[in-house]
């Protein structure tokens, strides 16, 4: 059984910084890929960045430039810089591998 636990988020003006972190558990995840989502108040869940088991990473055009997805085997945490937040980053942030989910980080930024 794999658990994913989010955590790092939080209020933030805009302009500011967080770095969240997806801690695993129940599985080798260096031989996978994982990816963040997010989903905002009244909208669909949609996808942020991912890294792949070789490392490779991909944004979304939204975050491009201002996140960074990295990843620590050896601690099987999976991270995500957020820098230069704007208001319209405000919302839930899940890391996901396969079919599992965590239950998720809220990130607020103030206008």
């Known amino acids: 059984q794999v658990q994913l636990v989010e955590s790092g988020g939080g209020l933030v003006q805009t302009g500011g910084s967080l770095r969240l972190s997806c801690a695993a558990s129940?599985?080798?995840?260096?031989?996978?890929?994982m990816i963040w989502y997010r989903q905002a108040p009244g909208k669909e869940r949609e996808f942020v960045a991912t890294?792949?088991?070789?490392?490779?990473?991909y944004y979304a055009d939204s975050v491009k430039g201002r996140f960074t997805i990295s990843r620590d085997n050896a601690k099987s945490t999976v991270y995500l810089q957020m820098n230069s937040l704007k208001p319209e980053d405000t919302a839930i942030y899940y890391c996901n591998h396969d079919q599992y989910w965590g239950q998720g980080t809220l990130v607020t930024v103030s206008s």
């Open positions: 890294i792949t088991n070789s490392g490779m990473t």
């Open positions: 129940g599985r080798t995840l260096s031989n996978y890929n």
